[in-house]
């Protein structure tokens, strides 16, 4: 294969938006799009959330033809060879790049030790997702292990699917990572207002699978059965081929602020990459969520064009259990004091400030988009590093919009 251009290795949500990104930013050149998945790009949050229309293509297939970009399907690159910026693909095949992306993503984190079999299934991609709507049949008995967001949104489909629902936690309480107390102990009573046997402060100690079960005993000497397994204890980056480049890796592929690795023509976007967060002092985290690989893919695509944009979002990501919404903007980390905003008698906001005073995250919970519009203020409260009075963001009565 002889082309040279823009190359993207991952055809998920950050590759495909850099794919457009730079026709978008007038780039004429080769663009081509590498993916291992046979699907035409696809929507994930959608696989944890609704029963029906698994597969929700990230754009329509004609706009490929349209664009001019090279979509190669159920590819997969096997090497980076940056001395020579050529790519080895799976079919022996290699291909020169001008600039490269890596848009690889992320993998479910395997729980050591643990055999998986046909039963027990962890979620990533549609046909894993086909797989545990099988497993969701009226009078099933689902597991499930991990009560962060998947595990959760899982629950609720499952529910809605007329399974039952075990939901095992090894934490004292579901999302304890970067959600409030008060918001999760919510969200924990919703999920057992509906009928998940909720069991947290406890792990799995072993599984055994036969042909109609799989059986759990968990570390405290309780035992069950279920139909089947999910393993939702969340994901790792995918960064074997950057490891074998030798770029420098730190909770994944690191990027600077422009989103370039240690290589000056490879740059990296999405979940398998850690970046400097301009917001909070350029500290390093590694988002999983589908509005940082949009976004991202969109920044890289310029840097890889020349271009000197700094990725400077602030981080955001949103849940959808039963009616119910979360949305977190910001990160929390640092901040030593909540302040509550009542939105409805169903929604509230939390704030996050730190010991100075500045708005560092806000996290709502509620009904439908009852939380939207007040948690798109307070990150631009977050991004403007303000330090509201705790006063006003406490009352409901004077507008976040003011504040700014
Ligand atoms: C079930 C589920 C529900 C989610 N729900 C939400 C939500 O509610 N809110 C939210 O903010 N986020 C959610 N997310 C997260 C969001 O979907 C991800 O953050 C987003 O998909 C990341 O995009 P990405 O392009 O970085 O990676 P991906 O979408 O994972 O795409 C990477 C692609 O690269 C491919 N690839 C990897 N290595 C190679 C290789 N060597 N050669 C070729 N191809 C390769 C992979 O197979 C994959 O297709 C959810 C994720 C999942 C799995």
Request: glycine share 10%; charged share 20%; hydrophobic share 45%.
């Amino acid at each position: 294969m002889g082309t040279s251009g823009m190359v993207i290795v991952g055809a998920g949500e950050a590759g495909v938006r850099a794919a457009f990104a730079l026709r978008e930013h007038g780039y004429h050149g080769s663009v081509t799009l590498i993916g291992d998945e046979l699907h035409l790009p696809y929507e994930r949050p959608p696989l944890s959330k609704t029963e029906d229309e698994p597969v929700r293509p990230i754009v329509a297939e004609a706009r490929f033809a349209e664009t001019g970009i090279t979509l190669l399907r159920g590819r997969a690159v096997t090497a980076i060879e940056a001395a020579v910026n050529t790519l080895a693909l799976d079919d022996g095949d290699s291909l020169p790049y001008e600039r490269l992306l890596l848009a690889t993503g992320a993998s479910p984190r395997r729980l050591q030790g643990l055999n998986y079999g046909k039963r027990v299934h962890v979620l990533r991609t549609v046909e894993q997702a086909a797989a545990i709507r099988q497993a969701m049949q009226k009078g099933h008995h689902l597991a499930i292990l991990g009560g962060g967001f998947i595990g959760l949104e899982l629950a609720a489909m499952g529910r809605k699917l007329g399974a039952a629902v075990t939901l095992i936690e090894v934490q004292p309480r579901v999302l304890m990572r970067g959600v409030p107390e008060r918001l999760s102990l919510a969200l924990q009573a919703r999920h057992l207002h509906e009928g998940v046997n909720i069991i947290c402060g406890v792990g799995i100690e072993a599984i055994a699978e036969n042909d109609t079960s799989v059986s759990i005993a968990l570390a405290d000497g309780r035992q069950f059965d279920a139909d089947a397994l999910v393993v939702g204890i969340g994901a790792e980056p995918n960064n074997a081929l950057a490891a074998e480049a030798g770029l420098l890796l730190e909770n994944g592929i690191a990027v600077d602020d422009h989103l370039r690795t240690s290589n000056p023509d490879i740059f990296a976007a999405g979940d398998c990459c850690s970046y400097p967060v301009a917001v909070y002092g350029g500290r390093r985290v590694r988002l999983e969520s589908w509005r940082n690989a949009q976004e991202q893919g969109t920044v890289a695509a310029a840097n890889m064009l020349g271009k000197a944009e700094s990725f400077d979002a602030v981080p955001w990501f949103w849940s959808d259990q039963y009616d119910l919404t979360l949305q977190v903007a910001g990160l929390s980390d640092g901040a030593t004091s909540l302040v509550a905003r009542p939105i409805s008698t169903e929604a509230e906001i939390l704030f996050h400030l730190d010991p100075d005073g500045r708005l560092l995250a806000a996290s709502g919970l509620g009904p439908g988009g009852a939380v939207s519009r007040d948690i798109r203020l307070a990150e631009m409260l977050i991004a403007r590093r303000a330090h509201p009075a705790p006063s006003a963001l406490a009352d409901p009565s004077i507008k976040l919009k003011s504040l700014l």
